[in-house]
């Protein structure tokens, strides 16, 4: 049995118990629909926003011949099942954060965000413009797909809790929502985590089955209402500088498509992206000002706090690097980070110190 095979008859998380349910690729007089189950559900800020933009591109630039199907999570299957269901085949394509699929492999962490890691820039330098769009090739095609980065949160808040974080004896069995890599880190330093899925962070939060959240940012994050919940809001987060979303297609469906369908593919998801950070970056300072109208306490952790996180974000970055893929991507990834860091520092951060100092005056 060769892997493509094994990995249709293999599939776990609930995405063989979806296989009635999901239907095959419909081809009509040349057209073609493919079906996308997704992460989050319908209409969800900066999220969904992502896809539902990559999908109307697609449609518009291919004058309607190919079609995506987007089903939100739970309509097929769940939101942290998506990539089963698509790397057996039994949906096209998904939409996601990678670091959903740690389980999988623990290098999909650094194609979303890793704690002190890229800001959304500069991810896109090392996706784009160095081989980080290789090496998530290379990984996902062990497991029968293809990944397009497609959408981008930009830095994520500390987050939402219910008590006051004034040193780290405070997050000792804080039942706390954070996926990925900061997820791991928090449960270093005591917590408790939970990797509650973004349609049901709302109802955990307030049932009290955790003690706190983080999710995108303002804009995001007002629209699905926690600041009816609790006011302490700490908006400088560690885990997430800039968390990149992706579109990936089962393989063998991706290499079905023509060539024109791949790259009209291609160039809606690059142009989704730029429109993603632009709207993630743009809407959250207004939405901000409109939370602290309403008696949202901004915060930032202590100093001590941040020091704490930063050891364990080292401890949890190296506990994978002796495995090889997980250690050539991280390599390519922090020195694609020291790379473009090294020119922000003294360009763009000289500048802004300076704009800053000049306006003031």
């Not at 997704?38 to 969904?48: C, E, R």
């Not at 965000?113 to 996902?140: C, K």
């Not at 940012?217 to 992706?246: V, W």
Request: glycine fraction near 8%.
């Amino acid at each position: 049995m060769d892997r493509r095979s094994f990995l249709r008859t293999s599939a776990v998380g609930g995405a063989a118990a979806a296989s009635t349910t999901l239907a095959a690729p419909a081809y009509a007089q040349g057209n073609r629909t493919l079906t996308m189950v997704t992460s989050v559900p319908d209409g969800f800020a900066i999220f969904d926003d992502a896809a539902q933009l990559a999908i109307d591109y697609i449609s518009e630039m291919s004058d309607g011949s190919l079609v995506i199907d987007k089903n939100p999570a739970g309509t097929l299957v769940g939101a942290f099942e998506v990539f089963d269901a698509v790397s057996a085949g039994q949906a096209d394509v998904y939409h996601s954060a990678e670091y959903y699929f740690l389980n999988q492999h623990p290098a999909f962490a650094y194609f979303t965000s890793v704690p002190f890691g890229m800001t959304s820039q500069e991810i896109a330098n090392w996706y784009y413009r160095r081989d980080g769009q290789q090496l998530h090739d290379n990984l996902s095609s062990l497991f029968n797909l293809k990944p397009l980065m497609c959408g981008q949160t930009a830095m994520q808040p500390g987050g939402w809790f219910n008590v006051e974080i004034n040193s780290v004896d405070d997050l000792q069995g804080l039942r706390f929502r954070m996926p990925g890599q900061g997820g791991q880190v928090l449960g270093r330093l005591g917590a408790s985590v939970q990797n509650v899925p973004g349609g049901e962070i709302y109802q955990a939060l307030s049932t009290g089955q955790i003690d706190g959240a983080e999710w995108i940012g303002p804009y995001a994050d007002e629209r699905l209402g926690f600041q009816e919940i609790t006011n302490n809001y700490y908006t400088a987060g560690f885990h997430e500088p800039g968390s990149a979303l992706h579109m990936s297609f089962n393989l063998e469906v991706w290499e079905s498509l023509t060539a024109q369908q791949q790259r009209i593919i291609q160039v809606a998801c690059e142009a989704a992206h730029a429109q993603n950070t632009a709207l993630s970056l743009a809407e959250n300072g207004a939405a901000l000002a409109r939370l602290k109208s309403e008696g949202v306490q901004t915060r930032e952790f202590p100093d001590d706090v941040w020091d704490a996180f930063g050891r364990a974000s080292a401890e949890v970055r190296e506990e994978n690097m002796d495995d090889p893929i997980y250690a050539e991507i991280a390599e390519s990834y922090f020195a694609s980070l020291e790379e473009s860091s090294s020119w922000y520092e003294i360009g763009d951060g000289e500048y802004m110190r300076q704009r800053n100092r000049v306006n003031a005056n």
